[in-house]
């Protein structure tokens, strides 16, 4: 059976691994599934038709699945699924989606959540996120693998934040930003290529060279933009980490590419 605190009221409803521990005051309501290994430290709240996967921990005065903060939603049974192995802090929401969105807010492996971040209606979010405190993310954003925001940042709706990018402390994300971008400043603007991050990721010195070139050949060259894309997909194609920007550059959204500073 699992550990639940004589205090925490668990709907019978609700699914719970037999490994996972619920602290004190916590609230589960009935259609939520816990994994295996799931612990809840005390006065959390899950409600919605939420799953969490295995070993994911949850701190004190957590919301999780609560009703989308959207006048748009009447009350349809969206979902909220958060992967495993999340370090989800004090203080942090996170919604389910909506009709207008897919029905399903989706949080992946390995992210860490520090207190008072939020996740909005309907965002995607990938694995080895990390949200600082206070970061805040609207409604549909996507944010892909290994993505930083910095303490009091946010992102506007709709927008993607590409793979390893990273969002400065009280820097917003207005438009989409280019995966291993730098996004600085307020209003928030594109500095730059986060060397770090491609270091991290493993990505070897040619490559990251390859990169910085590209990304002054993206916005520093003449022509279209549209022009300059295919430019450096013909110039530096064949390499992973361009490949996958010259896709995301690609890709139809709602939002435009976040452009660095004029000189």
Request: glycine share 14%.
């Amino acid at each position: 059976m699992p550990g639940i605190h004589p205090t925490a009221i668990v709907d019978p409803g609700a699914k719970i691994a037999d490994s996972c521990s619920i602290g004190p005051y916590c609230v589960i309501g009935p259609h939520v599934a816990l994994g295996e290994a799931v612990g809840l430290h005390s006065h959390v709240v899950i409600d919605g038709r939420t799953t969490i996967g295995a070993r994911t921990q949850i701190y004190p005065f957590s919301s999780i699945g609560q009703p989308p903060q959207d006048l748009k939603y009447k009350g349809e049974p969206s979902e909220l699924h958060i992967g495993s192995d999340n370090v989800i802090r004090e203080h942090v929401t996170m919604n389910p989606g909506t009709e207008g969105g897919g029905m399903v807010t989706r949080v992946g492996d390995g992210c860490l959540f520090m207190p008072g971040s939020h996740v909005a209606h309907d965002c995607h979010i990938g694995n080895h996120v990390i949200m600082a405190n206070n970061a805040t993310l609207a409604g549909h954003v996507i944010l892909e693998d290994y993505v930083i925001m910095g303490g009091l940042s946010g992102a506007q709706q709709y927008v993607r934040i590409g793979r390893g990018a990273i969002v400065g402390a009280m820097a917003g994300a207005k438009s989409d930003v280019i995966p291993f971008g730098m996004v600085m400043g307020r209003p928030g603007l594109l500095a730059g290529i986060n060397i770090v991050g491609l270091k991290r990721a493993g990505i070897d010195n040619k490559e990251i060279q390859a990169m910085l070139k590209a990304y002054d050949e993206l916005f520093r060259a003449e022509g279209t933009f549209a022009e300059r894309v295919d430019a450096v997909a013909a110039k530096y194609g064949g390499r992973a980490t361009i490949d996958a920007l010259v896709s995301f550059l690609r890709a139809q959204t709602a939002r435009p590419i976040l452009q660095p500073e004029d000189d």
